[in-house]
């Protein structure tokens, strides 16, 4: 052994020197400080030894390396100017992986597991890679705003060309070993009980000289082998590609392909110092705090779900009740999960077409190669759809996805509540009807909580788990657990109208009819929304939601919160249901809907829908994108303080992230707290202040005013 530290180890044998990453008391070996300064000792203590003829670099845990340690991103990046951050990084390269790239023998790495950002960075910065077969590789950091910074993008431009390379670093995504090894990412693939000897191999037979390592070195530190124009033809592609797939206000994508046009041109040093002073640039802006802060939130969320959920057993059995959009999307999901349900609907016809959705859905993953034909005939078996309550018994969960009507509602709890043992646990997934109310039907309330799926129920990650007023510790710790058992996040939330997604996105939804009315134009509106980061704009999204589904709810919310979200006028929802435009689900609501060539609805313009809604509002006016985005948030962001002063949902990490995952609130925003926060507490309340006139949704409540007077934070 030339070297042991905590996180490396490095032994000779043969004259190969055997890097060994292994960090103690993780499970996955990560570039944290403690590994960057052990590698930095190993690569001397393997350059000080003049016996070692090669270097094989591996792993001794199931994963390669998972990329930088991104709990440490705050303290590199927070409060630096970008020159500093620039110049750390480069410091970094130049000490830990040019001096890898530099050593005079030959290097190869292994690639045993995930290699993802900096661990992939490292394999790149060896002579040659071997990939077991079953594992994937790539550059994720533009997922959080950034991009590569230790030779990611300069040494994979080099490696696998320009367009290749736009599309790795740019792209995110993880590739799998056949697609490594086309591109020329690595060298040669595996299964994985050869890795390592297959790896060893191909350093004996580098040091052999059977490879010419310098020639390997020289296209790696040298200027890309293209000429101008097709360098040109390149980036500007790879530049327009970029633009249009990324998701919105993500600026990092195109900042790797500028990035990689900029530095294509010159030698490694000079082109590492390009990829540092751009990814400083985005490391040190707000786009990239956001969404670190968003990663961060998402383990904190599951860290607590898991931490909620304890040591159950998991649910062996589960029924959902109802088998319509919610149910069949329910019943697909437990089953593609591994938890067999059963399926109860009064009509075969809801039964016939959930299964036939999950089909759908199925047979999508087997198109794409993730599932094969055996799967899919499993899965689908593990759903029991059924018209009779026979063998009901057997669920440890069920969850009720029945018509929103609360007299159906409790009939139906009642009476399956008649049929299960006392422990059995009972949820609703009732969107409008509070858990306290249905619980009154129940004999064992304490065994019925809500569990409140976001529709498609495969597609979105949220599930709010509602604790109403009697529900018990065990009822939510166990639906918490369902919910985590089927991939999704679960934000433990208190029972209010609205419970705490929808409550909030009705007062959005408030100020975008009060805009309606003033005369606002609602693609207008839309525009400036999209613009904005959202998915869709509210018209759209109540299309989408269905606009009958929004009156209802909006009465629900009306009624709950009168003070501030009832509407004394006939708002441009009511409107549309008034002319049976129920949105998508009719093919027409705010926008008239055509069937594009996949089948998929496609939305248009329908000119009738102005004359529909003149009578009831103002002359036409034209607001300013800024305006509309002001009237829209800060009605959404007030009533996301006054659910957590309202102690309805525990942090302001719980309800960003559930805004994230539950209506695609724009995730490089960080969520409704955090961008009032970025904002700033007081410039936010300038803002409110400025429209009060619209009513009580706009008007701060004490708290934010104390924060915002004492530079406080909701985070604390
Ligand atoms: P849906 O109308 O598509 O399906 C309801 C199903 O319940 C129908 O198949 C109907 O036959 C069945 N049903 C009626 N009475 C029954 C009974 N006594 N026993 C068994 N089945 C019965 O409705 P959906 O959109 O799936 O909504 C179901 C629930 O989910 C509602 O409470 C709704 O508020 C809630 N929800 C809906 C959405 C959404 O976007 N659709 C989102 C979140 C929550």
Known sequence: ????????????????????????????????????KELEEAIAAIKADSGIQGLLIRSAKD???????????EEKFGGQTEQNVADAVYDINVRHFNALEDLPIPTVTAINGLALGGGLELCLATDMRVMADNTKIGFPEVNLGIIPGYGGTVRSTRLIGGDNAVEWVSGGKQYRADKALEVGMVDAVVAPDKLEAAAEDLLRRAIDGEFDIHAI????????????????????????????????????????????EKHAKLGRDEALKIEAENLAKLATGEVAHNLIKIFLGDQELMKKSKKAAGKVDPVERAAVLGAGIMGGGIAYQSANTGTPIMMKDIAQESLDSGMEEAGKLLSKQVDRGRLSAQQMAHTLSMITPTLSYEGIDSAQVIVEAVVENEKVKKSVLSEVEGLVDKNTVIASNTSTIRITELATALKRPEQFCGMHFFNPVHKMPLVEVIRGEKSGDDAVRRTVGYALSM???????????????????????????????????????????????????????????????????????????????????????????????????????????ETDKRGNPKKVYDESVRDLLAPHTDAPKEFSDEEIVDRIMTPLCMESLRCLEDNIVESANDLDMALVYGVGFPPFRGGAIRYIENMGLDKFCETADKYAHLGPLYEPTDKLRELAKSGGSFFD
């Open 63 to 73: 994963v390669f390396i998972v990329g930088a340690d991104i709990t440490e991103f």
């Open 217 to 260: 070195r020289k296209v790696k530190t040298g200027p890309v082998q293209l000429d101008d124009t097709e360098l040109l033809m390149a980036y500007t592609t790879g530049k327009a590609m970029v633009s249009q797939e990324s998701p919105k206000g993500m600026i990092a994508p195109i900042t790797a392909v500028k990035t990689m």
């Open 1 to 36: 052994m030339i070297y042991q530290g905590q996180a490396i180890t490095v032994e000779v044998s043969d004259q190969i020197a055997r890097l060994t990453f292994d960090l103690q008391g993780d499970s996955v070996n990560k570039l944290n400080n403690l590994t960057m």
């Open 487 to 593: 991939g999704k996040k679960p934000v433990v939330v208190n029972d209010c109208p609205g419970f705490l997604v929808n409550r909030i996105l009705f007062a959005y939804f408030a100020g975008y009819i009060q805009l309606i009315r003033e005369g606002a134009d609602f693609v207008a509106v839309d525009k400036a929304a999209e613009k904005f980061g959202w998915p869709m704009g509210p018209a759209y999204l109540c299309d989408v939601v269905g606009i009958d589904t929004c009156v209802h709810a909006g009465e629900v919310m009306s009624e709950g919160f009168p003070e501030r979200m009832k509407q004394e006028y006939k708002t441009a929802m009511q409107i549309m249901v008034e002319h049976e435009r129920y949105g998508q689900k009719n093919g027409k609501g705010f926008y008239a809907y």
